[in-house]
């Protein structure tokens, strides 16, 4: 494995990212307007992407390991000392995808952070909504009773 090779790996790292916070947008949406009709096919949509990127960066550990011994680095190198390492213009490439991945990263994990409170407060709308509608029959059945 090269260091174009790895390049590779990279952009389809981060064009998966991007899919998965897409995704995760098009989740959030749909919490937000109530159509959970769509719910599970959006979780559906998330999970493959997520199985994907997995997959992705297994490869990438093994690339990445392959690169740093071609560049003399110690087992274990991650993309920052493969960035130090290598000669321009791969260094300012690997910096420029290690900035990225990182925003990324970021962004995917603040969003997810925000559909899971989301999730969760649709969970509890949900419950009290079951507990008033049990009340409302408890209700009805004492007024059937008495009528």
Not at 88 to 109: K, M, N, Q, S, Y
Not at 117 to 125: N, Y
Request: aromatic share 4%; glycine share 6%; with cysteine.
């Amino acid at each position: 494995m090269n260091l174009a090779d790895l390049s590779t790996l990279l952009w389809r790292q981060r064009r998966l990212l991007e899919l998965l916070l897409f995704k995760l947008d098009e989740q959030e949406m749909i919490l937000a307007t109530g159509r959970t009709r769509w719910l599970a096919h959006a979780a559906h949509e998330i999970e493959i992407v997520l199985a994907e990127i997995k997959e992705v960066e297994l490869q990438r550990a093994s690339v990445l390991e392959a690169v740093a011994l071609d560049l003399g680095i110690c087992h274990g190198a991650t993309l920052e000392d493969v960035a130090a390492a290598a000669r321009a213009p791969w260094c300012g490439i690997f910096a420029e995808h290690r900035t990225a991945l990182l925003v990324l990263t970021r962004d995917v994990g603040a969003i997810a952070d925000a559909s899971r409170a989301a999730l969760e407060r649709g969970h509890d709308d949900t419950r009290l909504a079951l507990r008033a509608l049990a009340a409302l029959e408890g209700h009805v059945d004492l007024v059937n009773e008495a009528g």
